[in-house]
């Protein structure tokens, strides 16, 4: 799964050769539900392809349109769909982001993308991470309290064979065939019924340095999300004891990560995550009950809108899907009606957590029984 990152979210609204298309749409991970994701695409397709010969020569409307309808033919895409679909094509751009929350479907085609749903999932407050971990592999998921989904790894060793040089000799090699996966063929594995020899523990060490060294890098820095350890109870204190990630989450789960199913582990993953997001909300609504008595913290729209344009939210709340109709100027703060020509709902809270983010202030979605205030936002100051 291609995840939804900070970085990447900022690659998207970076200035793009126009024209520049968004589509969003809601699929579906189980049957008979999913079977009607590939039709409604090849529908907003159609409507797509429409309104572009509209305004642009066959050539170039077909050329743009490949890449789409070469998706549109890919069965096994469509087998395994999550809870949406984001895809963003421009010159020489073309990435299609797995969402592991519903979207409406909608299609913009304007000089820059339409990136506004993205930020209500990437700055929710109950996304995480889990690291399943063993002697001889590694796998990294994502999720939130409804999903979880497997990422790929990036820059990251998966299995122990991946950092093993080729210099041992075929009596010190472990038994085994580590870069096999079952079915896959290879020779009979034993690495998980064995004590550690030396140097077998000094080769899960360097297994586990190297990947705790490539998750940090390469996923957690880039997601800032918190990081749950799924492993053995030896395993878990020989990662511990050597990684940096400050975002791995000090309580993990002691449990050999083979025997879960997907469901399974989800389950356990939110019920570890769980206490750590409800005290996240409680601070920050502490927080911000502090700010506003100091008049350093607003709930107010025309307030806070001003103050951000002046780069002084340094985190905002956002309630969880509350849509409050109109636009904000983003060089006076000033709060105007929708604009009827557009075929989406423009939303002011979405404007305000994009500008917030612009600054390099932080937006968090809450959900409606969290909020400190019923306006929909909560804004703590800078100064």
């Not at 642009?56 to 890449?67: G, L, N, S, T, W």
């Not at 060490?205 to 918190?226: M, N, Q, T």
């Not at 309580?251 to 005290?279: C, H, M, T, V």
């Not at 006076?332 to 604009?339: D, E, K, Q």
């Amino acid at each position: 799964m291609l995840q939804i990152t900070a970085e990447r979210l900022s690659r998207l609204l970076a200035a793009h050769e126009p024209l520049c298309i968004s589509l969003y749409l809601p699929t579906h991970r189980r049957l008979p539900e999913n079977k009607q994701d590939p039709i409604l695409y090849r529908n907003l397709l159609a409507e797509m392809e429409s309104s572009l010969s509209e305004k642009y020569p066959v050539r170039q409307v077909r050329e743009i349109m490949e890449k789409f309808q070469s998706l549109a033919a890919d069965d096994l895409f469509w087998r395994h769909r999550t809870d949406g679909l984001a895809i963003f094509s421009a010159h020489e751009t073309f990435e299609v982001y797995e969402l592991q929350r519903p979207v409406q479907k909608l299609l913009v085609i304007a000089d820059s993308f339409h990136t506004k749903p993205l930020v209500r999932i990437l700055q929710s407050a109950d996304r995480y991470q889990v690291l399943c971990l063993s002697q001889h592999e590694a796998r990294l998921y994502e999720g939130n309290r409804d999903g979880l989904d497997s990422v790929e790894l990036i820059e990251v060793p998966t299995e122990l064979s991946d950092v093993l040089t080729d210099e041992r000799s075929p009596s010190t090699q472990s038994v085994g065939s580590y870069g096999k996966r079952s079915g896959e063929g290879g020779s009979a594995v034993h690495h998980g019924h064995q004590p550690r020899t030396d140097l077998a523990e000094a080769e899960v060490l360097k297994f586990f340095r190297a990947v705790d060294r490539g998750i940090l890098e390469h996923h957690s820095r880039l997601s800032g999300l918190p990081l749950l350890l799924v492993a053995l109870a030896r395993n878990q204190a020989d990662f511990r004891s050597l990684s940096h990630n400050p975002f791995l989450l000090a309580e993990g789960i002691s449990i050999d990560p083979d025997s879960l199913d997907l469901e399974k582990l989800r389950q356990l993953a939110w019920k570890g995550i769980e206490p750590f997001y409800l005290n996240r909300l409680i601070e920050l609504t502490e927080k911000f009950a502090t700010a506003q008595s100091r008049q350093s913290g607003s709930g107010d729209l025309s307030d806070v809108a001003r103050a951000a344009v002046s780069n002084q939210v340094a985190t905002l709340l956002v309630e969880a899907d509350r849509v409050i109709p109109g636009v904000i100027d983003r060089e006076t703060g000033a709060i105007g009606s929708v604009n009827p020509t557009n075929s989406h709902v423009d939303d002011m809270l979405d404007d305000l957590a994009e500008l917030v983010m612009a600054k390099g202030g932080e937006v968090v979605i809450v959900p409606a029984a969290r909020m400190p205030t019923t306006s929909g936002l909560a804004a703590i100051y800078r100064y």
